[in-house]
């Protein structure tokens, strides 16, 4: 008993299903034909013993291995053997997920984790007329499931949203949403946008300009308390974006820069 606590979820030998029918004593099962057919390969050192009506059978490796009386190939899943409609229901679950990464459902639930979106708060309708023109002649266009027309997005006062994955431009509509990405900070100003949109092209002076209000949004407790953290801390913005410029962006941006400062002054 003292050993089975012990045992550690990684340590417990390789398990396959264990699957019996009495149509399995033949070799030209129907069973036999469909694993061939679905890319399973035989990998076992014996063949197929027609007084045996079960078979082994790897999913994650499509591999199987006919049954050998008196012989227990490989420990069963479950401890205990399942039927042809049993597997056949268990494998039409994982087969959907085929050709997905592990946590992922569906191809939208993947594509769009894998998609890095901004929302940028604009200042006035100029700027963000000037923010979308710069984009678009990057190669940006308008969301294909928006509604909104171009006009609307840039007449809108929401944020917009630049989907930089697949180069396009979109807007919020929902005040519900626009709350919870305020809440979680993921809300930028333009300045910081033009950063990471520029990244190592962005000068000093765009960097440092993001970086204080960063500062000031979140961490300044008044603006004499800014002045001098910049003023002190000055050597220490020209280092990180020096690193920002030399393409280690993930770990100098505006807002960790901000957060250093905030933590050292």
């Not at 550690?8 to 070799?27: C, G, Q, T, Y």
């Not at 509604?147 to 431009?169: C, Q, W, Y």
């Not at 520029?198 to 603006?223: L, N």
Request: glycine share 6%; net charge negative; hydrophobic share 35%.
């Amino acid at each position: 008993m003292a050993d089975e606590k012990k045992k550690m979820i990684n340590s417990v030998p390789a398990e396959a299903f264990l699957v019996r029918d009495k149509s399995l004593k033949d070799i030209d099962a129907p069973f036999y034909k469909w694993l061939s057919k679905n890319g399973f390969r035989h990998a076992w050192h014996k063949g197929h013993y027609d007084n045996c009506s079960w078979v082994f059978v790897n999913i994650t490796h499509k591999l199987f291995a006919y049954g050998m009386p008196g012989i227990g190939i490989v420990k069963p899943i479950g401890n205990h053997a399942i039927t042809l409609e049993e597997f056949y229901l268990i494998y039409g679950i994982y087969a959907k997920y085929e050709g997905l990464e592990l946590m992922f459902f569906s191809k939208e639930e993947q594509k769009e984790s894998h998609t890095i979106r901004h929302y940028v708060h604009t200042p006035d309708m100029e700027a963000r007329r000037i923010l979308v023109e710069t984009l678009e002649k990057d190669g940006y266009v308008i969301e294909s499931d928006v509604i909104a027309e171009r006009e609307e997005i840039i007449g809108s006062e929401f944020p917009l949203m630049v989907n930089k994955t697949d180069k396009a431009l979109g807007t919020l509509h929902d005040p519900a949403v626009l709350a919870e990405l305020e809440k979680s900070g993921r809300i930028m100003d333009l300045e910081e946008f033009y950063v990471y949109y520029k990244g190592p092209e962005c000068s000093y002076d765009e960097y440092f300009t993001a970086v204080k209000k960063k500062y000031m949004k979140y961490y300044a407790r008044s603006a004499e308390d800014a002045e001098r953290v910049f003023v002190e801390g000055k050597e220490d913005l020209i280092k990180s974006y020096e690193e920002y410029i030399a393409g280690h962006p993930y770990s100098n941006d505006p807002g960790d820069a901000a957060w250093l400062l905030f933590m050292e002054y």
